[in-house]
């Protein structure tokens, strides 16, 4: 059974800063009974602050994974983890052809979640493309994958396993990660590709066989351009969405989540051209450390959306994960704060728009 959502609900996009003991835990490589009792308790604690902070929609904060991408790894074996040469962080990299796992790692999340959440749930998987761009590197994954083309193929059905056990659970929300995707509104990413039309044709195309036959499930795809890069301190990645409308017209997905805090008047444009039937989930918190948040700023971002959106369309959720990455450190009472004064930016609108 799922759960019935207010208008303007107020969600979160994945991940929340995980504790010193929580990342001590996702390290350990055997596990006890203390060690599992342990992390559900912590896991119920990242829910409990979501929901008192009044979300509607929570996750499990992604707090049982080393990294929200690296999770294919408990999904198939071929990969290895090493040291990124490039920056010195933990590094999934393909380098054997895969080969199925046992099933059931991220649906064991989502039952959790379904089991100790009061309000409604979303859990999150990383799409194909973005898999294919951070995990195959031209000399590692060589000898099982001279393509990466197709190693990005092999992830899907990973993955639609996943999705065919989180299916039974009555989860709100599916949601996709693909930042990768929305790196092709960035003149110089687009600069680096033969074809970047062709490159995000293609990271649609896998989203798409991932969600196809799937029915009662909501799918959303999260698109991220900065925010991430603003919570670990890399590179901004600018433009607007108008450079990939055709291809986010073309998800065969029910949900869009978007970055807004700092959106241009090309992205105001761009939301009035996105298909209808999108609901939008518009990144109206900043995930900035220390860049403080208040309802009433919230608010302002979504009044700007509605000039070209239906009310009923929109959700309100920060621009991206608080904490994107294994290596980002971000203050847990600071994001509760910010969680707060989002769910009070959304019932001020509902005032308004009752």
């Not at 380098?95 to 749930?121: D, N, S």
Request: charged share 30%.
């Amino acid at each position: 059974m799922t759960y019935a959502l207010p208008r303007f609900p107020a969600s979160v996009v994945g991940s929340m800063p995980r504790p010193r003991h929580v990342r001590e835990l996702i390290e350990k490589r055997d596990w006890d009974d203390a060690d599992r009792r342990a992390m559900d308790d912590a896991v119920r604690y990242a829910v409990s602050l979501q929901e008192y902070a009044g979300l509607d929609v929570v996750t499990d904060g992604e707090w049982r994974r080393r990294s929200y991408i690296g999770v294919i790894a408990e999904l198939a074996h071929g990969f290895t983890l090493e040291v990124n040469p490039a920056d010195g962080r933990p590094w999934t990299v393909v380098t054997e052809r895969l080969a199925p796992k046992e099933a059931g790692f991220i649906a064991a999340e989502a039952a959790f979640l379904k089991r100790v959440a009061r309000v409604g749930t979303k859990i999150t998987l990383p799409a194909p493309g973005l898999l294919g761009e951070r995990l195959w590197d031209a000399e590692r994954s060589r000898k099982a994958y001279p393509r990466r083309e197709d190693f990005v193929r092999d992830c899907v059905e990973p993955l639609r396993r996943e999705i065919a056990l989180i299916q039974a659970l009555g989860i709100d929300v599916v949601q996709i990660d693909d930042p990768h995707l929305c790196l092709f509104v960035d003149a110089d990413v687009r600069r680096s590709y033969d074809d970047p039309d062709r490159a995000a044709d293609f990271a649609v195309d896998m989203t798409n066989a991932l969600v196809e036959g799937f029915t009662n499930v909501k799918f959303a795809v999260h698109l991220c351009r900065r925010a991430g890069a603003r919570v670990r301190g890399e590179k901004h990645h600018a433009g607007t969405y108008g450079w990939i409308l055709p291809q986010l017209n073309r998800l065969k997905v029910q949900h869009l989540t978007m970055e807004f805090t700092i959106a241009g008047d090309d992205d105001l444009e761009s939301l009035g051209r996105l298909r209808s039937d999108f609901e939008l989930g518009l990144g109206v918190v900043d995930v900035t450390p220390g860049a403080p948040e208040s309802a009433e700023r919230i608010a302002a971002r979504v009044e700007r959306a509605l000039q070209r959106v239906d009310p009923a369309r929109v959700t309100l959720n920060p621009d991206c994960g608080f904490a994107p990455g294994s290596a980002a450190k971000v203050d847990l009472d600071e994001v509760y704060l910010k969680l707060r004064a989002e769910a009070e930016a959304a019932r001020m609108l509902r005032a308004r728009h009752a």
